[in-house]
């Protein structure tokens, strides 16, 4: 089955710098990557997908870029702000497989003021 | 939030008791997921549903039954409750937003404490 590996599990970066988070994944057959932002005690929500016909994806101040070669997908995130801390998920869809997504362990994004 | 709801929303309960936690969504979705949820884990596939009486294994099944009698409920129960069993579950739909899409979509969430 399908294997997604993300780093790093926490990050720490100052209010108006960048965050990259990265995720690798070991089913060539996966088609669909989404990330979900978690805040505490809250549900995973949706923030950005992309799908395997396309390199890049951007959506104001965030932005995804997949490398279907190298099997692995990145969430940027810039100028960022307070708001931003929460968990981050990665996750991935393997094709033909009822839609099921195999989650990344998590990184914890705190931006300090 | 996709119509989507959990019952209940946390419970204590002992080892060895039954347990049965519900997700109800009222938007029609053909395909409804349990997760949980462990600190260094991520979220786990239990089970999922593709349709009415149609449900498959996930990748931390054991020690889990579904059933899906009609396509707006989706139950998930624990046979005998165990410690390892104390988590926060979750409940997904797929939405289709056109083809090749189906985003997941979380529902509140469940705080289960097996003591």
């Known amino acids: 089955g399908e294997n997604v590996e993300q780093h790093p599990s926490t990050l720490s970066v100052q209010e108006g710098d960048s965050a990259v988070i990265k995720c690798t994944y070991s089913?060539?057959?996966?088609?669909?990557f989404p990330w979900y932002k978690q805040e505490l005690g809250k549900r995973p929500q949706l923030i950005i997908d992309?799908?395997?016909?396309?390199g890049e994806k951007k959506d104001q101040r965030i932005a995804v870029t997949l490398n279907k070669t190298a099997k692995h997908f990145s969430l940027h995130i810039t100028e960022t702000q307070p708001e931003d801390s929460a968990v981050y998920f990665c996750a991935a869809r393997s094709g033909g497989s009822n839609y099921k997504l195999t989650f990344g362990k998590g990184t914890l994004l705190t931006v300090n003021p | 939030d996709a119509g989507i709801t959990q019952s209940p929303r946390h419970k204590v309960t002992e080892t060895g008791t039954p347990v049965t936690l519900r997700c109800h969504q009222t938007?029609?979705?053909?395909?409804m997921y349990w997760y949980r949820q462990d600190p260094g884990h991520g979220l786990r596939l239990i089970h999922y549903s593709y349709g009415v009486k149609d449900t498959d294994k996930g990748e931390v099944s054991d020690g889990y039954s579904v059933s899906r009698s009609k396509t707006e409920d989706f139950l998930l129960t624990l046979e005998s409750a165990t410690s390892s069993q104390t988590s926060v579950y979750f409940c997904?739909?797929?939405?289709?937003?056109?083809?090749?899409?189906?985003?997941?979509?979380f529902g509140p969430g469940t705080r289960l404490t097996v003591t």
């Open positions: 992309i799908r395997s016909n396309v």
């Open positions: 938007e029609n979705h053909r395909y």
């Open positions: 089913d060539s057959a996966s088609n669909y």
């Open positions: 997904a739909i797929s939405s289709l937003q056109d083809i090749g899409s189906y985003e997941q979509y």
